[in-house]
């Protein structure tokens, strides 16, 4: 089977792949612990896990704020692609999750 070339599932692939690099960059000196993605038709979502505390949370919640600019963010959105950071206390104990979506309606240009 060969790989397509153009048209949305090679933009969702080279999107995936920058978020991937840009994330681990932007948030030294943390570390992902885990990345989990899903795909359901049009929409794509990655969740980057770091082990971490509140304390922990609030300082990478901090990092990401003042980097995110520095990848084209402006707030959560890019483009169509948006960024949030939460920390986990129930599915995944002591992990700040950063989730990135495309495409996200709250971030499209229209």
């Not at 969702?12 to 899903?38: C, D, H, V």
């Not at 169509?80 to 240009?109: A, G, L, M, R, T």
């Amino acid at each position: 089977m060969q790989k397509e070339k153009f048209g949305y599932k090679k933009d969702y692939l080279e999107r995936n792949r920058k978020i991937t690099e840009e994330i681990p960059i932007i948030i030294k000196p943390y570390q992902i612990s885990k990345i989990s993605s899903i795909q359901q038709g049009p929409l794509s979502i990655r969740n980057f896990y770091i082990e971490g505390t509140w304390e922990d949370y609030q300082k990478i919640h901090d990092i990401l704020a003042k980097k995110s600019m520095s990848i084209g963010f402006n707030g959560v959105c890019r483009d169509e692609e948006v960024i949030w950071i939460n920390f986990d206390e129930v599915s995944k104990p002591n992990h700040v999750v950063i989730q990135w979506k495309y495409p996200d309606e709250s971030c499209s240009k229209s």
